[in-house]
């Protein structure tokens, strides 16, 4: 079984809430991180869904493949065992009771990036995000903004006009500039980075080489926290339809 052990000592325990995110180094052994890429594999070769989504955008555009949750639950049980177990681990460091997502969809992605894909700028839906990176590729850098969106009442709030022009201002590039405090975290195989994904600014930097950059997304929140734009955002993460050329958050 991946990860046994869910009382995993951490030094650095309280980055979390300090800085917003935390980095654990060989979270998995390169062992089990190779048998996770290979359940991938085999999932890939017998041609199980893994959709492939692209949104031109004028900075950095949404460019991935994905295997989504409900996917994962029915055909790749072994990740959605990690899931389960990673949520003991996001509730020890967050000192927070939270769940995994209702929705499962967007509850535990596989995110596959090819060489010259990126990922947008972007804030997450839920309250913590743990990405597990399954191998070690060049670019393909996470770049963020840690504890950088200014909230506008309640997190049930964010879809007020308010709210969404304070996330337009605060996403311009000359304001990042100035006013942010920007993190690199190269790709580790094993390692795991666990972030305040509602409140840190994130994206994926163009992968090179030649190599796929291969992580798993796991999501959690508050329980009874409503997303009233979660079906738009899901058509747009996780389907090509036509048609569809903004991200609902920010609409």
């Known amino acids: 079984m991946i990860m046994k052990n869910t009382d995993i000592q951490i030094k650095n325990i309280s980055d979390l809430k300090r800085l917003g995110y935390l980095i654990i180094d060989n979270f998995l052994t390169i062992r089990e991180c190779e048998t996770l890429l290979k359940t991938i594999a085999n999932y890939r070769q017998k041609k199980y869904e893994v959709t492939e989504v692209y949104r031109p955008f004028k900075e950095r555009d949404l460019r991935y493949f994905v295997i989504n949750g409900q996917q994962i639950e029915k055909y790749l049980p072994e990740v959605w ?36 894909g990126e990922y947008r700028w972007h804030y997450d839906r839920n309250a913590v995000t743990a990405l597990l990176y399954l191998n070690s590729v060049e670019g393909g850098e996470l770049e963020m903004y840690p504890n950088y969106r200014l909230r506008f009442g309640r997190k049930n709030q964010q879809f007020t006009f308010i709210q969404k022009c304070l996330d337009a201002v605060v996403k311009l590039k000359l304001i990042r500039y100035f006013f942010g405090k920007k993190v690199f975290i190269k790709p580790r195989q094993g390692m795991i980075v666990i972030m305040q994904g509602d409140k840190c600014l994130h994206s994926v930097k163009a992968l090179e080489g030649e190599q796929e950059r291969i992580n798993v997304v796991m999501s959690y929140d508050f329980p009874g926290v409503e997303f009233i734009v979660e079906k738009g955002l899901d058509s747009y993460l996780y389907t090509n339809q036509k048609g569809i050329s903004s991200d609902p958050n920010y609409v």
């Not at 949520?87 to 596959?112: D, G, R, T, Y």
């Open 81 to 116: 065992q990690l899931y389960e177990n990673v949520n003991l681990l996001v509730n020890k460091v967050s000192s927070q009771v939270l769940f995994p997502l209702s929705n499962k969809l967007p509850a535990v992605n596989i995110n596959i990036i090819k060489p010259g």
